[in-house]
């Protein structure tokens, strides 16, 4: 049950774009598409932004997307705002019917 | 409103047991897949387990297979976390949330903290 692997770090300015990635394997992010991502601020619960890859919840900003290509997930987020600054985390169903979280993305608006 | 509340967070030694409870409300629990999630202090999420609507799957990760048991009250819209042989790499907040199949958790608790410490 290896962690999904994600950049340590991206940073961005407010008003531009940027993606953080989400890599596994072919039976996790590949083999499904029960991909999430989730925003979480420090001392906070996490925030569901998106699931099934693409989808988001209701009342969650269309400036986060999802998408997914082969072994590998992205979440953009456009427009970036100072209180989008935040750790991110991928999470996806497994093959052994277990889930796995990235080890995280820490976002620096600058 | 959804709404997972924690409790049963505590100070343990190492080797002892504790349980955690999670009561819900806001939904028909009875219809929906739980999770627990941990995340030691400064450090990311981690999945622990989570258990079928009925209570008839449950899933580990391999960390806490086999000390953890995950189990649900459904007339009582309450979950539990046993947890035994607890050791200190298992000081963590505790997330409950809220699951749909195979996807990712949707709610979360607000967490609660354990530490196992001598």
């Known amino acids: 049950q290896s962690a999904l692997t994600q950049p340590a770090s991206v940073s961005g300015s407010p008003g531009q774009s940027i993606t953080i990635s989400c890599t596994g394997t072919?039976?996790?992010?590949?083999?499904?598409?029960?991909v999430s991502w989730y925003q979480q601020h420090p001392g906070k619960a996490p925030k569901l932004l998106i699931y099934d890859v693409s989808n988001r919840p209701s009342g969650v900003s269309n400036r986060f997307s999802g998408s997914k290509s082969g072994n590998t997930a992205s979440l953009a987020i456009s427009g970036l705002q100072v209180e989008d600054e935040a750790d991110y985390y991928c999470n996806s169903y497994t093959s052994s019917m277990t889930v796995v979280f990235g080890g995280g993305t820490k976002l620096t608006v600058l | 409103e959804v709404q997972l509340v924690e409790s049963g967070g505590d100070l343990v030694q190492p080797g002892g047991s504790l349980r955690l409870s999670c009561a819900a409300s806001g939904f028909t629990f009875s219809t929906y897949w739980m999770h627990w999630v941990r995340q030691a202090p400064g450090k990311g999420l981690v999945w622990v387990s989570r258990i079928s609507n009925d209570g008839s799957i449950t899933t580990y990760a391999d960390a806490v297979r086999g000390r953890f048991t995950i189990s649900r009250d459904n007339a009582e819209n309450t979950l539990y976390l046993q947890m035994n042989s607890l050791r200190a790499e298992d000081t963590a907040v505790y997330y409950c949330?809220?699951?749909?199949?195979?996807?990712?958790?949707?709610?979360w608790g607000q967490g609660i903290l354990v530490t196992v410490s001598s």
């Open positions: 949330s809220r699951g749909v199949g195979g996807r990712g958790p949707d709610y």
């Open positions: 072919g039976s996790d992010v590949g083999g499904y598409n029960y």
